[in-house]
T-cell receptor
Framework: QKEVEQNSGPLSVPEGAIASLNCTYS??????FFWYRQYSGKSPELIMS????GDKEDGRFTAQLNKASQYVSLLIRDSQPSDSATYLC??????????FGAGTRLFVKA | DGGITQSPKYLFRKEGQNVTLSCEQN?????MYWYRQDPGQGLRLIYY?????DFQKGDIAEGYSVSREKKESFPLTVTSAQKNPTAFYLC???WGPGELFFGEGSRLTVL
């Protein structure tokens, strides 16, 4: 079992729709959870961080964390073509490592 | 401006050569990380360091070496023992359990 798992996609949504990205992790003592966006050839940039169970909203983005189910998700409302990128789920584990999932490619069709 | 500087941005290596990628940060972060990314893949952890003069192997440390003699610097050497080194290399730092701050990356190509 991989430490952090994501659907590789691609996920294709029409402009204005909600994009839903999911991630599961295996280390139960993980304490910090992050979503990064990465454009082709560029370094990742932070979209959201979440540390406790529940929802966290920032503009069009909502992160959801469920530690009991070891599950974290990212919702993107009113998706725009500029949101087309690879979204990386990252988990800061109890061993001081930050482990990334393989990423989900998102395409937003105009 | 505070941030992480990686150099060189592009690097070409002949078979059998060692190369060193530089990573410098002025964020006063204790922890620093090196990741490797292959096309269409996520980031895989090579080495990480929580404090000066201490570092740990990540998931794919074979063929790589690091040093952490100064808080600001965490260079990565790709040795000739790394059989498939062509990849995008990313250096990052963090404070506590917060997010990673990334450099712009170094793209290594083996000729």
């Amino acid at each position: 079992q991989k430490e952090v798992e994501q659907n590789s996609g691609p996920l294709s949504v029409p402009e204005g729709a909600i994009a839903s990205l999911n991630c599961t992790y295996s280390d139960r003592v993980s304490q910090s959870f992050f979503w990064y966006r990465q454009y082709s050839g560029k370094s990742p940039e932070l979209i959201m961080s979440i540390y406790s169970n529940g929802d966290k909203e920032d503009g069009r983005f909502t992160a959801q964390l469920n530690k009991a189910s070891q599950y974290v998700s990212l919702l993107i409302r009113d998706s725009q073509p500029s949101d087309s990128a690879t979204y990386l789920c990252a988990v800061h584990t109890g061993g001081f490592k930050t482990i990334f999932g393989a990423g989900t490619r998102l395409f937003v069709k105009a | 401006d505070g941030g992480i500087t990686q150099s060189p941005k592009y690097l070409f290596r002949k078979e059998g050569q060692n190369v060193t990628l530089s990573c410098e940060q002025n964020l006063n972060h204790d922890a620093m990380y090196w990741y490797r990314q292959d096309p269409g893949q996520g980031l895989r952890l090579i080495y990480y360091s929580q404090i000066v003069n201490d570092f740990q192997k990540g998931d794919i440390a074979e063929g790589y070496s690091v040093s952490r003699e100064k808080k600001e610097s965490f260079p990565l050497t790709v040795t000739s023992a790394q059989k498939n080194p062509t990849a995008f290399y990313l250096c990052a730092s963090r404070w506590g359990p917060g997010e990673l701050f990334f450099g712009e990356g170094s793209r290594l190509t083996v000729l």
